[in-house]
C-alpha cells in the first residue's frame, strides 16, 4: 500500500477563497483522522471518522471548517472562506479497527499558506 | 478538557549523550503512544505502551509508563545525528481514538 495520500501538497490561497484539501486512507483503515499542526498550537486534532461516519468534531474550530467522508477511500477537508490564522500544516492519518487502540498512520500533511 | 504535557520543549545534545524527554498527562490514560517527527516530516509511530509501569526497548529507546498511568517518558542512549526531529507522545480521550498529542521535545543533536 502506499500509505496516506494527502493532496495537494502545498497551497497558497489568498484569504476568503475556498480551500479543499483531500486525503486518500490506507486501503481498510475504518478510522479517518484530521489534524492541524502550528508552531503555537502544536498538533491538534480536528475531527476524526469511524467507517465514513463523523465521530467527533469539536476540534473543529469554526463553521467555517468542514470535513466530509463520502466512501471509505476519499474524504476532504473544506475551509471557506479562508483566513491568514488558518496557514498551518494539515495531516490526516488512518487506523485499522481491531478493537483495540492501535497506531496512527499520517500522510505527507498538506501545508496551506492563506495570503 | 485533557491536556497532555511535554518536559523539555526543546534539547540540544551533543552526539554520544543521553536524552530523556517526559510526558504527564491531565488524565489517567488508558495507553499511551509515541511518535517521532522529523523536520519537515510526519508524525511516525514509535510504540505504544498500555500496563501500568511498562517499560519496553527499541534498540537504543528505552519507553517507560508510570504506575498511575498518567506519565510516561523515552529515553535515547547515545543518541546519533539520525535521533533529530520532535518526539510526541499522546494518549486517548477515555474510551474513544480521540488521542491528544502532547506538546513535543524537538531533539538537536550536535555532531
Known amino acids: 500500500d502506499a500509505g496516506v495520500i494527502q493532496s495537494p501538497r502545498h497551497e497558497v490561497t489568498e484569504m476568503g477563497q475556498e480551500v479543499t484539501l483531500r486525503c486518500k486512507p490506507i486501503s481498510g483503515h475504518d478510522y479517518l483522522f484530521w489534524y492541524r499542526q502550528t508552531m503555537m498550537r502544536g498538533l491538534e486534532l480536528l475531527i476524526y471518522f469511524n467507517n465514513n461516519v463523523p465521530i467527533d468534531d469539536s476540534g473543529m474550530p469554526e463553521d467555517r471548517f468542514s470535513a466530509k467522508m463520502p466512501n471509505a477511500s476519499f474524504s476532504t477537508l473544506k475551509i471557506q472562506p479562508s483566513e491568514p490564522r488558518d496557514s498551518a500544516v494539515y495531516f490526516c492519518?488512518?487506523?485499522?479497527?481491531?478493537?483495540?487502540?492501535?497506531?496512527?498512520?499520517f500522510g505527507q500533511g498538506t501545508r496551506l499558506t492563506v495570503v | 478538557g485533557q491536556q497532555v504535557m511535554q518536559i523539555p520543549q526543546y534539547q540540544h545534545v551533543q552526539e554520544g549523550e543521553d536524552f530523556t524527554t517526559y510526558c504527564n498527562s491531565s488524565t489517567t490514560l488508558s495507553n499511551i503512544q509515541w511518535y517521532k517527527q522529523r523536520p519537515g516530516g510526519h508524525p511516525v509511530f514509535l510504540i505504544q505502551l498500555v500496563k501500568s509501569g511498562e517499560v519496553k526497548k527499541q534498540k537504543r529507546l528505552t519507553f517507560q509508563f508510570g504506575e498511575a498511568k498518567k506519565n510516561s517518558s523515552l529515553h535515547i542512549t547515545a543518541t546519533q545525528t539520525t535521533d533529530v526531529g520532535t518526539y510526541f507522545c499522546?494518549?486517548?480521550?477515555?474510551?474513544?481514538?480521540?488521542?491528544?498529542f502532547g506538546t513535543g521535545t524537538r531533539l538537536k543533536v550536535l555532531a
Open positions: 492519518a488512518s487506523s485499522p479497527d481491531t478493537g483495540a487502540a492501535t497506531e496512527a498512520f
Open positions: 499522546a494518549g486517548p480521550t477515555s474510551g474513544t481514538y480521540k488521542y491528544i
